[in-house]
T-cell receptor, first 110, second 108 residues
Framework: EAQVTQNPRYLITVTGKKLTVTCSQNMNHEYMSWYRQDPGLGLRQIYYSMNVEVTDKGDVPEGYKVSRKEKRNFPLILESPSPNQTSLYFC?????????FGPGTRLLVL | GIQVEQSPPDLILQEGANSTLRCNFSDSVNNLQWFHQNPWGQLINLFYIPSGTKQNGRLSATTVATERYSLLYISSSQTTDSGVYFCAVDEGDDKIIFGKGTRLHILP
């Protein structure tokens, strides 16, 4: 089954404790992306990647890092999480016209 | 950067009614997509429609690129249509900008 998976789905952490949210797709898509969704703000793009070893900043990249060492994986790294990074995070992959979204990761930073 | 505005922000309808959701964008775009986020948070692609008209069952979409807007039509609404509808545009550098969405409530 074609899908985008994210782990973990829910995470509670404390300020400053490094964390990684994994994202994997099995559709051989070149384009992958991370978004955060906050009430009243819709989805905002954090980082995107056109292909392996190619990443670019989206609208809200501050406080985040990404890597694209393999085509299927696009992890989101929070080196020193802060409470303002509490949010719902979505990973997506796409080929040409259609974006496929993961199920979301709900993050709470205390 | 490009601005994407959706209207109305909220819409409450009775089951069976028709609705029109609007997406305005401030500059020319490479593509435009419509998404539905269901009440469980799942995001589903509805249409890729940089221009012209497409239909899929009870849903259709029209984008008039020269006038910088797109419309999503939902006919004979069902309760399962409830959720948030987003439009998203590609500025041309592969960066995707989402609107803030229209929250649709369909009452049984």
């Amino acid at each position: 089954e074609a899908q985008v998976t994210q782990n973990p789905r829910y995470l509670i952490t404390v300020t400053g404790k490094k964390l990684t949210v994994t994202c994997s797709q099995n559709m051989n898509h070149e384009y992958m992306s991370w978004y955060r969704q906050d009430p009243g703000l819709g989805l905002r793009q954090i980082y995107y990647s056109m292909n392996v070893e190619v990443t670019d900043k989206g609208d809200v990249p501050e406080g985040y890092k990404v890597s694209r060492k393999e085509k299927r994986n696009f992890p989101l790294i929070l080196e020193s999480p802060s409470p303002n990074q509490t949010s719902l995070y979505f990973c997506a992959s796409s080929h040409q016209e259609t974006q496929y979204f993961g199920p979301g990761t709900r993050l709470l930073v205390l | 950067g490009i601005q994407v505005e959706q209207s109305p922000p909220d819409l409450i309808l009775q089951e069976g009614a028709n609705s029109t959701l609007r997406c305005n964008f401030s500059d020319s775009v490479n593509n435009l997509q419509w998404f539905h986020q269901n009440p469980w948070g799942q995001l589903i692609n509805l249409f890729y429609i940089p221009s012209g008209t497409k239909q899929n069952g009870r849903l259709s979409a029209t984008t008039v690129a020269t006038e910088r807007y797109s419309l999503l039509y939902i006919s004979s609404s069902q309760t399962t249509d409830s959720g948030v509808y987003f439009c998203a545009v590609d500025e041309g550098d592969d960066k995707i900008i989402f609107g803030k969405g229209t929250r649709l409530h369909i009452l049984p």
